[in-house]
């Protein structure tokens, strides 16, 4: 089984709608992201958490929101989603006693905003 | 500010030819430097990293990267292309003291001729 998974894998949903991007790890990792990836512009990060209690905006946060049910669980909301949002989502996790930090990645959901 | 510049959004090589994907970053302290590739419909995956021990860095799939501290480079190069290798790769700066933050290039989508 994959070590991080996000669902859905595909949505599509209309202007003005809420709608919730879900990502699970079974890695044990305390540290959680959300990446946007547009064409032309690579990932772009969204929101982060470092634990459970621990949330913090990242560069284009402008429109969603998060929760950090759980270590292992980190959701990505669009509270009003607009056509702009259309994009590829990726959740990724990393191990913050790895010196590194080396960052993996769930397999992504597209969403396309209508 | 940390930033990474990915030369060329498109590369295209014959299949047994040399490839070379260029990466330069800024940063004001010594980073960490990934790879990243991303085949189609598929999530990100770590290629090889560079953590402050050697500058030549060998990865996956028969990848290297060398570390430029003079040229603040970390080009990808493998010497000989396969048609699997065709896929979007992807250069990121770390900063150990930001935590596991990734600031990630524009992106360089490889394709390879036969």
């Known amino acids: 089984d994959a070590d991080v998974t996000q669902t859905p894998r595909n949505r599509i949903t209309k202007t003005g709608k809420r709608i919730m991007l879900e990502c699970s790890q079974t890695?044990?990792?305390?540290?959680m992201y959300w990446y946007r990836q547009d064409p032309g512009l690579g990932l772009r990060l969204i929101y982060y958490?470092?634990?459970?209690?621990?949330?913090n905006k990242g560069e284009i946060s402008d429109g969603y929101s998060v929760s950090r049910q759980a270590q292992a669980k980190f959701s990505l909301s669009l509270e009003s989603a607009i056509p702009n949002q259309t994009a590829l989502y990726f959740c990724?996790?990393?191990?913050?006693?790895?010196?590194?930090?080396?960052?993996?990645f769930g397999p992504g959901t597209r969403l396309l905003v209508l | 500010a940390q930033s990474v510049t990915q030369l060329g959004s498109h590369v295209s090589v014959s299949e047994g030819a040399l490839v070379l994907l260029r990466c330069n970053y800024s940063?004001?302290?010594?980073?960490?430097l990934f790879w990243y590739v991303q085949y189609p419909n598929q999530g990100l995956q770590l290629l090889l990293k560079?953590?402050?021990?050697?500058?030549l860095v060998k990865g996956i799939n028969g990848f290297e990267a060398e570390f430029k501290k003079s040229e603040t480079s970390f080009h990808l190069t493998k010497p000989s292309a396969h048609m699997r290798d065709a896929a979007e790769y992807f250069c990121?700066?770390?900063?150990?003291?930001?935590?596991?933050?990734?600031?990630f290039g524009q992106g360089t989508e490889l394709s390879v001729k036969p």
């Open positions: 990724a996790t990393s191990d913050r006693t790895e010196g590194s930090e080396t960052q993996y």
């Open positions: 890695k044990g990792h305390d540290r």
């Open positions: 958490s470092f634990d459970v209690k621990d949330i």
């Open positions: 940063s004001s302290v010594p980073p960490y």
């Open positions: 560079y953590t402050s021990a050697a500058t």
């Open positions: 990121a700066v770390s900063l150990g003291n930001q935590g596991g933050k990734l600031i």
